[in-house]
């Protein structure tokens, strides 16, 4: 079983992978690496596995935000092969995000949390639950906790 110190370590390559730092992404995530995501869109979060699910997705949230600050409220907290953190994500909005209508420019905050199995010192499955309609709500693309949609 892995060390509670790796497993820190490996949270600590989590969280740079999600500032943008991809170099170790095949060396923590297993080929593998499934996640279980409720998506927007319906479509099923587990079809595609490994690196390729994840990066994307990362790079996508690098595209519409710059000055990306993530700090972990909450954890990491070790159970087993299990990691969970509760984060915050602070950013200023860049465009490109369908139906907002807040100008680049925009400040915007959101928290989530998640959920990482680790097996043989990589990350084999990966559960998140973000607020994200708080945050798409604060750029104007959704009706929301802070206020309506500005179409």
Known sequence: ???????RELH????????GDFSHADDILDPGFVVHQARPDGSDSSAETGPARLLPEIEQTMAAFRD??????????IEGDLIAARWTMRATYTGGIPHATAPAGTEIGFSGHDILRVRGDKFVEYWTCTDILDGLAQLGA???PNGPARH
Do not use: E, F, K
């Open 1 to 7: 079983m892995t060390t509670p110190a790796r497993m």
């Open 12 to 19: 600590d390559r989590w969280s740079a992978l999600w500032r």
């Open 68 to 77: 990306i600050a993530i700090t972990v409220d909450v954890g990491p907290i």
């Open 142 to 144: 959704v009706s929301g």
